[in-house]
Nanobody
Framework: QVQLVESGGGSVQAGGSLRLSCAAS????????MAWWRQTPGKEREAVAR????????YSADSVKGRFTISQDNAKNMVYLQMNSLKPEDTAMYYC???????????????WGQGTQVTVSS
């Protein structure tokens, strides 16, 4: 089992910054990757960024490249998303995900947090 709790969301003006945090517990160390996703009402949930156990990163949307940075602190079981130069179109519910995790039964599973709201005003 993996439990995820997001924090750090809020309301900011366009051009501002936020740092989202994800606290993981349980078998998070057995996951192949951690990721951030986001979703706006009426739209499909969108992958934002991913970081592997070894620290390799990928960004799934051109719109966030150069502005968002995913990082982790394995010693603290924390994952972060630094968001700079925020735009109104970044407004969404942001979710932390632990992906392809294995527990004692050796079956791969994904886990999701409850989300944290980010609102960017112009």
């Amino acid at each position: 089992q993996v439990q995820l709790v997001e924090s750090g969301g809020g309301s900011v003006q366009a051009g501002g910054s936020l740092r989202l945090s994800c606290a993981a517990s349980g078998y998070a160390s057995s996951c192949n990757a951690m990721a951030w996703w986001r979703q706006t009402p009426g739209k499909e949930r969108e992958a934002v960024a991913r970081i592997s156990r070894s620290g390799g990163t990928t960004y799934s949307a051109d719109s966030v490249k150069g502005r968002f940075t995913i990082s982790q602190d394995n010693a603290k079981n924390m994952v972060y998303l630094q968001m700079n130069s925020l735009k109104p179109e970044d407004t969404a519910m942001y979710y932390c995900a632990a992906m392809l995790c294995t527990g004692p039964d050796s079956i791969f599973r994904n886990y999701w947090g409850q989300g944290t709201q980010v609102t960017v005003s112009s």
